[in-house]
């Protein structure tokens, strides 16, 4: 079993910076590969970005060049870094792991957060 809890979520004007962090519980973090998605009021949850655990990382198309995904295995962490956000970046941001493939359907994840709020201004 995996508990993820995410922070960092908030308000911030367009153009501005968030980092987005996830700390897994259990023993297991570091085989796992490790997502974000996001959820917009109205739309489905789509997927933003994902890091294996050898440290290989694939991104939405929308995102890439702006996001940056890491991971610390010694602190069972994920990190999303947001940088040049828009307005329709806009969403709830879950954290999410999975041992399946492929890696950008949400359906494929076992385990998710509860989930923090990103709310961009323009």
């Known amino acids: 079993q995996v508990q993820l809890v995410e922070s960092g979520g908030g308000l911030v004007q367009a153009g501005g910076s968030l980092r987005l962090s996830c700390v897994a519980s259990?023993?297991?973090?570091?085989?796992?590969?490790m997502g974000w998605f996001r959820q917009a009021p109205g739309k489905e949850r789509e997927f933003v970005a994902a890091?294996?655990?050898?440290?290989?990382?694939t991104y939405y198309a929308d995102v890439k060049g702006r996001f940056t995904i890491s991971r610390d295995n010694a602190k069972n962490t994920v990190y999303l870094q947001m940088n040049s956000l828009k307005s329709e970046d806009t969403a709830v941001y879950y954290c999410?792991?999975?041992?399946?493939?492929?890696?950008?359907?949400?359906?494929?994840?076992?385990?998710w957060g509860q989930g923090t709020q990103v709310t961009v201004s323009s």
């Open positions: 999410a792991a999975t041992s399946g493939m492929p890696i950008s359907r949400p359906g494929n994840y076992d385990y």
């Open positions: 890091i294996r655990w050898s440290g290989l990382s």
């Open positions: 259990g023993r297991t973090f570091s085989s796992y590969t």
